[in-house]
């Protein structure tokens, strides 16, 4: 579904980490499954939900404050939030939460259209808040490690997305104007940002959410990446 149009001079496809390329709820459902989790099973989903929505406020919010911590500790923080949200308080919980995020799913198309974008000469990278050992163990552990030239965390810049500084890390690593980059995010906010930026950016609404009220708005949307090869092929 296009917003603009365009996704010529391509050099290279930047993703968004966390949401995009790796399934955030993973964990939570994961760990939903085993048997110490009758007495919270059914209410993974809030769980998973409250952990996702603080994790990224807390982006926001140490961003304009000038706090930076790593994302590994954000996401500590954001699991103590959800976890006393839903009345739990188990550190055995907490430490296996904690472990299956370093083993994040990779959504179910990911491992076939990644090797696709590569046999079309694109490079590929991802540019994330997560901290840099979140950020292997999960391409590892999703089996892409492989397929990425560059793994690029705001660790090296010190502030979270959308500051424009995350998004400048790309030309620093690769030589690009942002016109040559295509970037590709599951968060809105961030796809907008990167609009503005000025990035041929694509936004994979998996949650069929309204478009956010920002400055910028991504040139295309997809329900999810199986449609990507194909769009950056027709240019």
Request: hydrophobic share 50%.
């Amino acid at each position: 579904m296009p917003e603009a149009s365009g996704t010529t001079g391509i050099r290279l496809c930047v993703f968004d980490a966390y949401g995009t390329l790796f399934d955030v709820a993973a964990a939570a459902r994961a760990a939903a499954t085993e048997p110490s989790a009758e007495d919270w099973a059914a209410r993974w989903p809030a769980l998973s939900a409250h952990w996702r929505r603080k994790q990224l406020e807390y982006t926001w919010l140490r961003a304009v404050a000038g706090a930076h911590v790593d994302f590994w500790q954000v996401t500590q923080d954001a699991l103590d939030w959800a976890m006393e949200a839903e009345g739990l308080e188990s550190p055995a919980l907490r430490k296996r939460l904690l472990d299956l995020y370093h083993e994040l799913a990779a959504f179910t198309e990911v491992p076939e259209v990644l090797p696709q974008l590569k046999a079309q000469g694109l490079q590929l990278a991802i540019l994330s808040n997560g901290a840099p050992v979140m950020l292997d163990a999960a391409a590892r552990s999703a089996g892409i490690a492989g397929l990425l030239d560059a793994i690029l965390s705001v660790e090296d810049v010190g502030v979270f997305k959308p500051h424009r500084a995350v998004y400048e890390m790309v030309g620093a690593r690769f030589g690009t104007r942002p016109a040559e980059v295509v970037f590709v995010s599951s968060n809105g906010w961030d796809a907008c940002a990167a609009a503005a930026f000025g990035f041929q950016t694509i936004w994979v609404n998996r949650e069929g959410a309204p478009m956010d009220r920002l400055h910028g708005r991504p040139a295309h949307i997809l329900d999810d990446l199986t449609a990507l090869p194909g769009l950056l092929a027709a240019g």
